[in-house]
């Protein structure tokens, strides 16, 4: 039987490479770092039958028509906003993702943001390198309180459902927004539903983890900010797209919030001359979020169990789109 074509898009753990070797013939883009190049990427898929992608890489119509073999995507991630999965449903070629196995990494990220924007824990490493420690003085890095204020997250499902559980420990009051409320989700959390603007107006630090789509993009603009609590803390493992930059660099500027913690941005890799660089009062993170060890070599193995059994006819873990076979 012939073994089936796969490209990877970057260099993968050898948990991962080894699966893939087994059930097909790989090639790859031979950086762990950089992204493989568009041209490159166009060059190399003209007979692969299944594609493992990364968020870097964009897949749209022109890498379906350059890859006219291919029926498997399995991009190494929870979020797909980097696929055109519409086009790809119309050509029949199966997308799959990441879910779960990232979500408590990922909330673990999230609250590294909370406490550090609110506790104000990257202007005092700075203080120190700086050598401008001086004496202890009562009013000096204070920041806000964590425990027992209210914690809202906007797209509490498996990653904001982990988020909100942390808040338990943390006395906080819970408090979620989806676009339906979610009665299992309340009954494990204790979480109340509420509407955008409400939790916004109510919450003292708020944390975003909706997908990237249409209805997302641009979510949290100056009306957005101009709702929350000057001292509200704002912290986004999502994408960055779901945020307009500049409004919340001005909202951050002018004190209208107290501090953001940021992992996402809306054109990645952001550099030092980033606006959000020149606020003491936002920590940035390069997109971190389920970077430890175990989860990022389980996403890759993840991927590849998705991509092999969707070339080898077996049961799919991950599909997004299982209508584009039917
Ligand atoms: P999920 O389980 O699908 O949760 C997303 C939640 O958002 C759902 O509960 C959904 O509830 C809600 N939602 C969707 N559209 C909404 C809208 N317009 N308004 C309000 N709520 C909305 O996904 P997940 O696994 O938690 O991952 C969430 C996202 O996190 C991913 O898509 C990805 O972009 C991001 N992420 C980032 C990192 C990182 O490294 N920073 C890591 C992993 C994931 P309803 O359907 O009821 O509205
Ligand atoms: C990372 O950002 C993911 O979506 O898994």
Redesign the pocket.
């Known amino acids: 039987m012939m073994r089936p074509l796969i490209y990877a898009t970057r260099r993968l753990p050898d948990e991962a490479v080894t699966m893939l070797l087994a059930s097909g013939e790989l090639s790859s883009w031979d950086s762990a770092e950089q992204p493989v190049p568009r041209e490159q990427l166009l060059a190399s898929i003209g007979s692969v039958e299944g594609l493992l992608s990364l968020i870097t890489d964009r897949i749209d119509s022109e890498v379906l028509a350059a890859a006219p073999r291919l029926r498997v995507i399995a991009n190494m991630?929870?979020?797909y906003?980097n696929i055109d999965v519409a086009a790809c449903t119309a050509r029949g070629v199966l997308v799959t993702n990441t879910?779960n196995v990232?979500?408590e990494t990922?909330a673990d990220?999230a609250w590294a943001l909370i406490l550090a924007a609110a506790r104000r824990i990257v202007e005092g490493q700075k203080l120190i390198e700086s050598g401008g420690w001086g004496p202890w003085h009562p009013m000096q890095l204070v920041g806000v309180d964590v425990f027992g204020a209210t914690l809202g997250v906007?797209?509490?499902?498996?990653?904001?459902t982990a988020v909100l559980r942390r808040g338990v420990g943390f006395g906080m009051r819970l408090s979620y927004?989806?676009?339906?409320p979610?009665l299992e989700l309340e009954a494990k959390t204790g979480a109340a539903y509420r509407d955008?603007d409400t939790l916004l107006a109510e919450s003292d630090i708020i944390v975003v983890?909706?997908?990237?789509?249409a209805?997302?993009r641009s979510?949290f603009g100056a009306r957005e900010f101009a709702l929350m609590k000057p001292r509200a803390v704002f912290v986004n493992?999502?994408?960055g797209a779901v945020v307009r930059e500049d409004a919340l660099v001005e909202a951050l500027r002018s004190g209208q919030i107290w501090a953001a913690g940021l992992?996402?941005f809306e054109r990645e890799p952001i550099g030092p001359d980033h606006p959000f660089l020149s606020l003491p009062n936002v920590v940035t993170v390069p997109?971190?979020?389920?970077?430890s060890i175990a989860t990022r070599t389980r996403m890759a193995t993840l991927a590849a169990e998705n991509l092999v059994a969707a070339l080898h006819g077996q049961p799919v873990p991950n599909p997004i789109n299982p209508e584009a076979w039917v």
């Open positions: 991630a929870v979020g906003d879910p990232l979500t990922t990220l906007v797209g509490a499902g498996r990653i904001g927004h989806n676009r339906r979610n955008l983890t909706v997908p990237l789509n209805e997302t979510m493992v999502a994408r992992d996402v997109h971190i979020g389920s970077a």
